[in-house]
């Protein structure tokens, strides 16, 4: 290993460390955002409110959230700012949810009642200790405050069938989350105590308890794995991973003309259909309240739009060892290969020439690799926040990811190189300028 790639690799494991660390503090997307709200305080950044006025200033640096599990963070240039750059990722999981009515009583143990959140990939589920994470709403004398709750201990477990009673169960199963992913919380004794336990780790009354957000998390913590520990393995990579990288670029890049914008958004999993999901209103409002705040009009905010700049960054899948034959014969990224540029023919992804020659562009300075990913024609892939947030603000856009495997379990395995090259790349794009010319084309200066 030359001096060049003995740098490189340093502060790659530094970064995944780091990766690693914010995420086992992270068990639901509550969390998430109580933990960046936290690190933007430490970074002179000022909280906002949506239902109070901005007071806006050359300079500042200011986030808002939205139902505490979505978050936007700006820094404005101390002069005259022409555009907005942004990178958007999510703040949430596959996972499973506790009903409002938590407990299923039968046979000798008390299960919890639970659905599945997301397109969860179920088995790694099973025989492994997890316990709940999320948000309880508690009365007050003030009326409803929030509170976070995560039962830090080993609490439950999904067993299972023995294999003596499902002899086909190495040939492949099916699952029903109903009867088959419930897990196992206590004995016919620990009857009606879920509430009691998730009230006393949270600090308050079981009766002043009026409303829960409560979600499954793997306990297992994130490692380094491989011969030189080149991968990481973790729960939530998706997309943790780029949030973490992006937010960190963020928070050491030196600023251009444009605006600089944080965004991770909850909700990506089930479709971005909430009002703080990529779907809602909150980019929207929150760019023409910073444009109005700065004393602009409405067609200085769409004379902005026209020359300003979106990554979404959502993790892509590695080509699998084992099952090669499942991505394209070309396009397939490799873990520890740096930022993935996504491409789909039919707009689940947003990248296009334009956007794709400014990213390559932009990785090209920041001295980070770039590969490519497009799914295998024949195998239909997902989407992510890119293409729904360009219905209610229209930008250039790029669709970026890192690459990863077992996408969707609630343990996944990542390179270890590649959050720290997210980080170059998003301190990179905040700190250039990009110029829109006659021909709807950016030109990087």
């Given at each position: 290993?030359?001096?060049?790639?003995?740098?490189?690799?340093?502060?790659?494991?530094?970064?995944?460390?780091?990766?690693?660390?914010?995420?086992?503090?992270?068990?639901?997307?509550?969390?998430v955002v109580d933990n960046t709200a936290k690190l933007l305080q430490k970074n002179g950044f000022i909280p906002l409110q949506e239902s109070c006025r901005w007071e806006l200033k050359p300079?500042?640096?200011?986030?808002?959230?939205?139902?505490?599990?979505?978050?936007?963070?700006?820094?404005?240039?101390?002069?005259?700012?022409?555009?907005?750059?942004?990178?958007?990722?999510?703040?949430?999981?596959?996972?499973?949810?506790?009903?409002?009515?938590?407990?299923?009583?039968?046979?000798?143990?008390?299960?919890?009642?639970?659905?599945?959140?997301?397109?969860?990939?179920?088995?790694?589920?099973?025989?492994?200790?997890?316990?709940?994470?999320?948000?309880?709403?508690?009365?007050?004398?003030?009326?409803?405050?929030?509170?976070?709750?995560?039962?830090?201990?080993?609490?439950?477990?999904?067993?299972?069938?023995?294999?003596?009673?499902?002899?086909?169960?190495?040939?492949?199963?099916?699952?029903?989350?109903?009867?088959?992913?419930?897990?196992?919380?206590?004995?016919?004794?620990?009857?009606?105590?879920?509430?009691?336990?998730?009230?006393?780790?949270?600090?308050?009354?079981?009766?002043?308890?009026?409303?829960?957000?409560?979600?499954?998390?793997?306990?297992?913590?994130?490692?380094?794995?491989?011969?030189?520990?080149?991968?990481?393995?973790?729960?939530?990579?998706?997309?943790?991973?780029?949030?973490?990288?992006?937010?960190?670029?963020?928070?050491?890049?030196?600023?251009?003309?444009?605006?600089?914008?944080?965004?991770?958004?909850?909700?990506?999993?089930?479709?971005?259909?909430?009002?703080?999901?990529?779907?809602?209103?909150?980019?929207?409002?929150?760019?023409?309240?910073?444009?109005?705040?700065?004393?602009?009009?409405?067609?200085?905010?769409?004379?902005?739009?026209?020359?300003?700049?979106?990554?979404?960054?959502?993790?892509?899948?590695?080509?699998?060892?084992?099952?090669?034959?499942?991505?394209?014969?070309?396009?397939?990224?490799?873990?520890?290969?740096?930022?993935?540029?996504?491409?789909?023919?039919?707009?689940?992804?947003?990248?296009?020439?334009?956007?794709?020659?400014?990213?390559?562009?932009?990785?090209?300075?920041?001295?980070?690799?770039?590969?490519?990913?497009?799914?295998?024609?024949?195998?239909?892939?997902?989407?992510?926040?890119?293409?729904?947030?360009?219905?209610?603000?229209?930008?250039?856009?790029?669709d970026i990811g890192l690459a990863q495997l077992a996408m969707h379990s609630c343990y996944e395995t990542a390179g270890t190189l590649d959050t720290w090259y997210l980080e170059q790349l998003?301190?990179?794009?905040?700190?250039?300028?990009?110029?829109?010319?006659?021909?709807?084309?950016?030109?990087?200066?």
């Open positions: 290993m030359n001096k060049k790639d003995q740098i490189e690799w340093k502060a790659g494991r530094q970064s995944a460390a780091g990766l690693l660390d914010f995420i086992q503090n992270c068990p639901s997307c509550f969390h300079g500042g640096k200011y986030f808002v959230t939205r139902n505490s599990s979505s978050v936007i963070a700006f820094q404005i240039p101390e002069n005259e700012w022409s555009s907005f750059h942004i990178i958007g990722s999510h703040t949430d999981s596959p996972t499973f949810k506790v009903k409002e009515i938590p407990e299923l009583a039968g046979g000798e143990c008390i299960r919890l009642n639970v659905e599945k959140y997301g397109g969860a990939l179920l088995a790694p589920w099973f025989d492994r200790p997890l316990s709940v994470a999320g948000r309880l709403l508690v009365k007050s004398e003030e009326g409803i405050h929030q509170v976070l709750v995560k039962v830090d201990r080993d609490l439950l477990i999904i067993p299972s069938l023995a294999i003596h009673m499902n002899r086909e169960a190495n040939n492949g199963t099916g699952y029903h989350v109903q009867k088959d992913l419930c897990p196992v919380f206590a004995d016919s004794d620990g009857k009606n105590s879920f509430l009691d336990l998730i009230a006393e780790t949270a600090g308050v009354a079981r009766e002043d308890i009026l409303g829960s957000d409560l979600f499954l998390y793997n306990r297992a913590p994130g490692t380094f794995i491989g011969l030189q520990e080149e991968f990481i393995a973790s729960p939530r990579l998706d997309d943790l991973q780029c949030l973490y990288g992006s937010l960190q670029g963020f928070l050491q890049a030196e600023l251009s003309e444009s605006i600089a914008l944080f965004c991770a958004f909850d909700n990506e999993e089930t479709g971005s259909m909430s009002r703080q999901g990529a779907d809602s209103t909150f980019l929207e409002d929150t760019l023409k309240r910073i444009t109005s705040g700065l004393g602009k009009s409405e067609e200085d905010y769409l004379i902005a739009l026209a020359s300003s700049f979106m990554l979404s960054a959502d993790n892509a899948h590695a080509m699998h060892p084992n099952y090669p034959e499942k991505s394209d014969a070309c396009n397939y990224p490799k873990m520890n290969g740096g930022i993935v540029l996504k491409f789909n023919a039919n707009q689940k992804y947003t990248t296009d020439a334009r956007s794709a020659a400014v990213l390559r562009l932009l990785c090209d300075r920041a001295g980070v690799p770039c590969q490519t990913f497009a799914n295998h024609s024949d195998i239909a892939g997902g989407s992510t926040l890119g293409n729904i947030a360009n219905t209610h603000v229209a930008l250039y856009t790029a998003s301190k990179a794009f905040y700190g250039t300028v990009l110029k829109r010319d006659a021909a709807e084309t950016l030109v990087l200066l």
